[in-house]
């Protein structure tokens, strides 16, 4: 892997020179706040964070107010981090966040700690489970990296739910802040991006999951196509190993790819993410249904996953899919991948459901909407839904086929390169303003904000009314900083 040296990040001037504004407006019932307040109110929630909520760096999800309680997605003890969003990772990148609009090396060492937590988290296959455990008599179980030979088995990396691929990105990220010379945190994107290019098969998907690398003769390259049969009822099959689009799996990959080449100027990672968007096109069904199925089998055709995800072609992930094209032409400027897009559109837009929704699942062949009843089973109707799974999705086919036809309008030498993503270049709005002192005034004397609502795991009986929620902590350090970055001098 070749590195470039660390290129610092472009600073928007105005006028040469940053302004100092003034205090902040009084919002209605709303107290006003100035720079040094927001700053204090900044720093005391993140050393909150990682003083009484992390463990050894490490995020789940959600916690009680009194921290006795613990969920990612599912209960969880106190030694244990959660890597799936909004866990680990999005804190870590927030933390980076702030430390780039404040240029503050608390926050930089705050970030730091959250990536040696997710190196601790590392399997030997190369990625990460959801969790991590630290407590030793659970983390005996699991196969990580730096534990070395006394590690034990379940060695399982995930791409399910942008887990291992939120892992990478955030420790691409502050490995580039750190300019490389973290050891334990560059070695460990090293060698995930590694296993992520050996597991790659050989028509450029990715599996779900994977503990080993794969062997191609099992895997030929193939173009996606109808089984002559398939089965109404779960057949129960292990698919770990299917090509799958399911959560945008691959997308996240493509995605961490190029930001991988980007980074470390490595050509090796682009053309794994370009390899992918060849496997797009291998995927997309034939006539009558040019779009795409959840995840396929070995033989390249549709199969079925859960027992609510059958062999079909699906009108939720093939939207996500098409945005995936229309990123690796504005990429690549290749208009393979642009070219896949109208055939899906057009067969897209003529299956939507009679209120403008399209079904998550199609009938193959027949592109009959399918669904399941609360029981399971496969049925043509609409009126006995599980509530935990959208059945039935938003229709994003307006908005993709506009982005669709600029793009096709620019052609690939019209195709702007994106900028540089600057975090200082903030400007002072009064909604900036007025939502930074209602942050400040909502945090208790610990640091903490507590939102009003139940946690989600503990039981039916469970009382806890109060809850302390990564997502609200990422989203109020980000809008902090924000304001820091327009008030700096």
């Known amino acids: 892997m070749k590195s470039h040296p660390s290129v610092l990040l472009t600073l928007c001037l105005i006028g040469g020179a940053w302004f100092s504004y003034p205090q902040a407006v009084q919002s209605e019932n709303q107290s006003p706040v100035n720079h040094q307040q927001v700053s204090g109110s900044l720093r005391k929630a993140v050393a909150f964070f990682q003083q009484q909520v992390s463990i050894q760096g490490g995020y789940l999800w959600r916690y009680s107010s009194d921290l006795k309680k613990r969920e990612g997605e599912g209960k969880a003890s106190e030694t244990t981090a959660w890597v799936q969003p909004p866990g680990t990772p999005s804190v870590g990148e927030a933390l980076l966040r702030v430390y780039h609009r404040t240029e503050d090396r608390f926050y930089r ?34 196969a990580y990296r730096t534990d070395g030979n006394r590690s034990g088995t379940r060695n399982t990396t ?175 400027g290749k208009t393979k991948y642009l070219e896949a897009v109208e055939p899906a559109l057009k067969y897209l837009e003529a299956s939507r459901l009679p209120d403008g929704k399209l079904a998550r699942f199609y009938e193959l062949k027949t592109n009959k909407p399918l669904y399941f009843t609360k029981k399971y089973q496969l049925t043509y109707q609409a009126n006995d839904l599980p509530t935990h799974y959208g059945f039935i999705v938003g229709s994003k086919l307006a908005t993709i086929r506009k982005n669709f036809e600029r793009l096709r309008k620019q052609g690939p030498d019209q195709l702007g390169k994106p900028k540089p993503e600057d975090f200082r270049s903030e400007r002072l709005t009064s909604s900036l303003q007025q939502q930074a002192a209602k942050i400040v005034a909502a945090q208790d004397r610990r640091g903490a904000w507590v939102d009003q609502q139940p946690l989600r795991y503990q039981g039916s009986n469970d009382s806890t009314k109060q809850t302390i929620n990564c997502s609200t902590f990422i989203n109020n350090i980000d809008l902090l900083s924000r304001y820091l970055a327009a008030t700096r001098k």
Request: charged letters at 20%; glycine letters at 4%.
């Open 158 to 332: 995930t791409l399910d739910d942008n887990t291992t691929q939120s892992a990478l990105r955030f420790l691409m990220h502050i490995d580039r802040t750190l300019e490389f010379k973290d050891p334990q945190i560059h070695q460990a994107v090293r060698y995930c991006l590694k296993s992520l290019l050996a597991v790659q098969y050989p028509n450029g998907a990715w599996p779900q999951r994977f503990s080993e690398y794969p062997d191609p003769d099992k895997f030929p390259v193939r173009k996606a196509n109808y089984p002559p049969t398939w089965s109404r009822t779960h057949p129960e099959k292990n698919y770990r190993t299917y090509y799958t689009f399911n959560d945008n799996t691959m997308a996240d990959v493509i995605d961490v790819m190029f930001e991988a080449t980007a980074i470390y100027n490595d050509a090796r990672y682009r053309q794994a993410a370009e390899k992918c968007g060849d496997f797009i096109l291998l995927a997309q069904m034939p006539a009558p249904q040019p779009a795409w199925a959840q995840q396929y089998n070995a033989a390249c055709q549709p199969a079925w996953a859960r027992k609510f995800e059958p062999a079909s072609v699906t009108g939720g992930e093939s939207q996500g899919i098409m945005q995936t094209l229309l990123k690796l032409y504005r990429k690549t």
């Open 109 to 142: 060492d705050a970030a730091r700690q959250t990536a040696l937590a997710l190196v601790q988290g590392q399997l030997r296959s190369g990625g990460w489970d959801y969790r991590i455990e630290f407590n030793p008599k659970q983390r005996n179980k699991y």
